[in-house]
């Protein structure tokens, strides 16, 4: 059954929700804690090891309120179902949306075209497995008979962004190969990657859902022949596999068929690090620590599948989103891990948002009048506090913050970690806070500067009321990080149903495309 087509201006809810932020636009955040000593209470909630405080955004209980029946009148309930439920919810290509299948670890069937696909998905997953096992353990040899060191993944987009962040994010549980990633058609990253390898102890995984990419089977297509001046044609079957729906471009490019790892239509590149495309992930760390990861995305699907709206953590963030970016006008959204491990989140975030919501015809058709999927950015906090955070903080732009911190360390360093997390919440309070005329007055004359009150004053002034999210999560481990980019899958599905919009094509990327095989065909 097909998405429902709901313009969300015309409801009610949007009408209330115009009126509502007249009102209250001008309140500011620290009167809205004055107001309530037990706010931050009451706007957080809790899943698993998670903690997400609403508490510094620009909203009462009645915005809450308001933005919950948007979701009602815009049959948010009746989609959820629909995208779990298999249906062709992707209706620009014909296709289901189904990649929380892939991390299904319930024993419900999941049908598409009434046909159970948990089946083929745990066939494939045990596929990862045993292939993740002879690689990690030393019993895949190349052609020379030694086994594996070094794995390239060459990939790009959805097929490169995934693997390459939740490598780098769970860097910490590690095994001993070495995993690189290959994605620009620029001929020097290739070269830099393969400069230092050696052919005879490298396995290189082709991650392309389509295999038509141009970027991907350049650059495969040139290492192949960097390969081969060393190792000849029958060495490729003990060196490449390959992820992709294409099966027959995969055999033409020549992969052993029990080397091609298979995946589905209804995955979204931008979705798929959860399939095999994965592959990756798994030899980095491992199959346990991939199956985790699986799990604590299942958990989250469950969380948003199952709770109530009001207590549901996707939908809070998608809604609160979309009030900012609606009402509030805000453009852009800066997504600041406070951890090194994630400081590949927010580009990783940037496609799986930006490509998705970045939409300006409704599902009818018709040309968009309201915001549609706003900006993504970001890095690893406390880095950003030393470069862009000035205009966040007093900038002309208001720029709603997601914070993500965790309890602990992973390494256990406790004065690094204690310092660490006394920015992280420093940081969203003077956002929040500001800093008054009288404080500043204050800090002036403490320091001794009488006769420039006047002149500093303006500059040193915080105006605050800048909202963020804070999102603390005890310890970053797989099964966490599972749950938190699950979480950021579902916020993009909310909104994307709220807008009115189709979030699994991109034909926006598609002109270019073309452009630059004409381009290089008439040079
Ligand atoms: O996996 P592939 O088919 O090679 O696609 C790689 C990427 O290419 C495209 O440009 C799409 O916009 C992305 O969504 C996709 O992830």
Do not use: C
Not at 13 to 29: R, V
Request: glycine fraction near 6%; aromatic fraction near 10%.
């Amino acid at each position: 059954m097909a998405l429902k087509n709901i313009n969300p201006t015309q409801t009610e809810a949007w009408k209330k929700l115009d009126t509502h932020f007249q009102n209250i636009q001008a309140t500011h955040l620290r009167s809205l804690f004055n107001d309530n000593p037990s706010r931050k209470e009451e706007f957080t909630l809790k899943f698993n090891d998670f903690s997400v405080d609403f508490s510094k955004n620009r909203i009462t209980k009645e915005t809450i309120s308001h933005l919950i029946s948007l979701a009602e009148e815009t049959e948010l309930k009746d989609a959820i179902s629909k995208y779990f439920g298999g249906d062709e919810i992707n209706e620009t290509e014909g296709r289901a949306v189904l990649h929380t299948a892939l991390r299904n670890k319930s024993n419900n069937p999941v049908l598409v075209d009434e046909q159970n696909v948990m089946p083929e998905i745990r066939e494939t997953l045990s596929k990862i497995e045993s292939f993740t096992n002879e690689v990690v353990s030393g019993n895949w040899k190349g052609y020379t008979n030694k086994s594996i060191t070094d794995v390239v993944n060459i990939g790009i987009g959805g097929s490169d962004l995934g693997p390459d962040m939740v490598v780098d994010a769970l860097k910490y549980y590690k095994n001993h190969l070495n995993v690189h990633f290959v994605s620009n058609i620029d001929g020097d990253h290739v070269q830099e990657v393969i400069k230092n390898l050696n052919p005879e102890t490298t396995l290189f995984v082709i991650v392309s859902k389509t295999f038509t990419t141009q970027e991907t089977l350049t650059n495969a297509q040139t290492i192949r022949k960097w390969f081969l001046q060393t190792a000849n044609e029958a060495a490729i079957a003990k060196h490449f596999v390959a992820v992709s729906t294409n099966l027959k471009s995969v055999a033409e490019f020549g992969i052993d068929n029990s080397n091609i790892f298979p995946m589905w239509n209804w995955v979204g590149g931008r979705f798929s690090l959860w399939s095999t495309v994965g592959l990756s992930i798994s030899l980095a760390v491992g199959f346990e620590n991939f199956n985790s990861l699986l799990t604590g995305a299942f958990e989250m699907d469950e969380h948003f599948k199952n709770e109530a709206f009001e207590n549901n953590i996707p939908v809070q963030l998608a809604l609160i989103g979309i009030w900012y970016n609606n009402f509030f006008g805000s453009e852009t959204e800066v997504i600041l891990p406070y951890s090194q491990y994630l400081n590949k989140l927010s580009a990783y975030l940037q496609q799986a948002i930006m490509e998705s919501n970045g939409k300006s015809v409704d599902r009818n058709g018709d040309k968009i009048d309201y915001q549609t999927g706003s900006i993504v950015w970001g890095s690893a906090g406390t880095n950003s506090q030393h470069a862009y955070m000035q205009l966040v903080h007093q900038g002309t732009k208001m720029i709603p913050a997601d914070f993500i911190g965790f309890e602990e360390s992973l390494y256990g360093n406790q004065e690094h970690h204690e310092k660490l997390m006394a920015n992280f919440y420093a940081q969203s309070q003077a956002l929040a806070e500001g800093k008054t005329k009288d404080e500043v007055h204050l800090d002036l004359k403490l320091d001794g500067k009488f006769d420039s009150i006047e002149k500093l004053m303006p500059f040193k002034v915080f105006e605050g009321n800048k909202p963020s999210n804070t999102i603390l999560i005890k310890k970053l481990t797989p099964s966490n990080l599972g749950s938190l980019i699950s979480m950021y899958e579902h916020k993009i599905f909310v909104q994307g149903i709220i807008w009115n919009i189709f979030s699994y094509d991109q034909f926006g990327v598609e002109l270019g495309k073309e452009l630059a095989h004409k381009i290089y065909a008439n040079r």
